[in-house]
């Protein structure tokens, strides 16, 4: 008979784990608790759910997020598979039709027949066996009191906020011109180009717009925003001038009818292939929808629009890595106990998935009495377990950069685009080499 391992959470992270681990060698038992049960944010029973954002961010080597997706995609990870399944356009990122993403992820999982999917809430974790908890940022009020218990206090807790959809059909596009920043890729954005004075009164009306009340889930005291989903009210907050260096910034989209730069611009992403919404790009909020649609509908080329989905504003529950896990995302007290996905303190949906290959895999390499596999920090996905695992004086949720990478040790000349190539190259070097090594 096959070892068998349990994976809990059935996001991005449970179902690429649970896929490498299937992969294996090994029989995994994957329990969601949807659809009997649905977190805050949730609504669709596929697993997978993307509720930020349907962009997975650039695909360019130039980028370390860029870098992280070639690697997954070198792993043959499935969730690069589904995603590249159902993209849809967006310039130089890889962004996906959501709803056709979760469905194919789900279709995956269910059918793979070396993996058990239990439709059913875990409020304890096994005391035996190996176990991969994937529970993701708004993990269950009862499980977090258990995994607040076995981690002695160490869990923290802070805010991240989902951007607003549009109906495309109300989009004034007398006004919001497409264009991708400095023409790069195919023209998939919708841009709409502010004056100063236009500017200026949005602003205004911005930050002095009512807040939706906290549920009873996010009372927490000593709340931290991760600075990658800053709602666009507090970034504004910062100073008059902020968002205008951010989500607002117009270089490198030049209005056609003018052929200069507006004051300010706001973009809006695809979120299908038939490009009937669009997301605001950087505008994650939680205002009330009231104040949404009334501020909303100052941006020029927005003033009839009708939002398909307002902002909403959730929890989101990591622990304290460093202190915690090992680069292989096994507890340090306890290596047949692994973490994977946003609990961990890795940000963004690539992070994650990474996070939950190499959970996934090592869990299955324990079960199976192999080696484990350490993925260094010339690598993306390395580079990120490095991270969560290295001790720091203050941790804080981190998207993968090349600042976490380990340096190229010479001198490159051509700027930092070129350099950044350079370590891209050589990290999927080193991703090969352990395919051939470790992984095959």
Not at 203 to 222: M, V
Request: aromatic share 8%.
């Amino acid at each position: 008979m096959k070892p068998t391992i349990n994976i809990i959470g059935a996001g991005l992270a449970g179902c690429e784990a649970a896929y490498v681990a299937a992969k294996c060698g090994v029989h995994v038992n994957l329990y969601e608790m949807k659809p009997k049960k649905f977190t805050p944010a949730h609504s669709n029973t596929d697993f997978c759910e993307l509720v930020c954002s349907n962009s997975f961010r650039s695909n360019q080597l130039s980028n370390a997020v860029g870098l992280l997706k070639a690697e997954l995609s070198s792993l043959d990870s499935l969730i690069m598979e589904a995603a590249y399944a159902t993209e849809v356009s967006a310039g130089s990122a890889l962004a996906v039709d959501r709803t056709l993403f979760a469905h194919y992820v789900t279709e995956k999982i269910k059918n793979h027949p070396d993996i058990t999917v239990f439709e059913e809430e875990i409020t304890e974790l096994p005391k035996d066996g190996i176990t991969v908890v994937a529970t993701g940022p708004l993990t269950s009020d009862a499980l977090s009191k258990h995994l607040q218990t076995l981690v002695g206090g160490e869990s923290l807790h802070f805010f991240d906020a989902a951007a607003p959809i549009v109906d495309a059909s109300t989009i004034n596009t007398n006004i919001a011109f497409a264009a991708s920043r400095y023409g790069k890729g195919e023209a998939c954005y919708l841009n709409c180009p502010m004056t100063k004075e236009e500017y200026l009164a949005f602003y205004e009306a911005l930050i002095t717009a009512e807040e939706a009340p906290l549920h009873d889930f996010d009372k927490q005291e000593n709340v931290t925003v991760f600075e990658g989903c800053m709602p666009v009210e507090v970034m504004a907050k910062r100073g008059e001038n902020t968002l205008l260096f951010g989500p607002l910034k117009p270089v490198g989209l030049p209005d056609p009818k003018t052929g200069k730069e507006a004051y300010a611009v706001v973009q809006l992403r695809r979120e299908n292939n038939s490009a009937t919404m669009y997301n605001l790009v950087g505008f994650q909020t939680h205002l009330t929808f009231g104040e949404q649609r009334r501020v909303f509908r100052m941006i020029p080329g927005l003033e009839n629009a009708e939002f398909l989905r307002y902002g909403v504003m959730h929890r989101n529950t990591f622990i304290n890595s460093p202190k915690l896990l090992t680069p292989y995302y096994s507890m340090k007290n306890n290596p047949h106990l692994f973490f994977a996905g946003q609990m961990t303190g890795v940000e963004g949906y690539i992070e994650s998935t990474s996070s939950g290959y190499v959970a996934g895999l090592n869990a299955a390499l324990t079960a199976l009495g192999k080696e484990l596999c350490l993925f260094p920090d010339t690598t993306a996905i390395g580079a990120l377990s490095h991270y969560i695992s290295s001790s720091v004086t203050t941790f804080q949720p981190m998207n993968v950069n090349f600042g976490i990478m380990a340096p190229l040790g010479m001198k490159v000349k051509g700027g930092k685009a070129v350099r950044n190539q350079k370590i891209s190259e050589r990290a999927l070097s080193v991703i090969e080499e352990i395919k051939q090594t470790q992984l095959s």
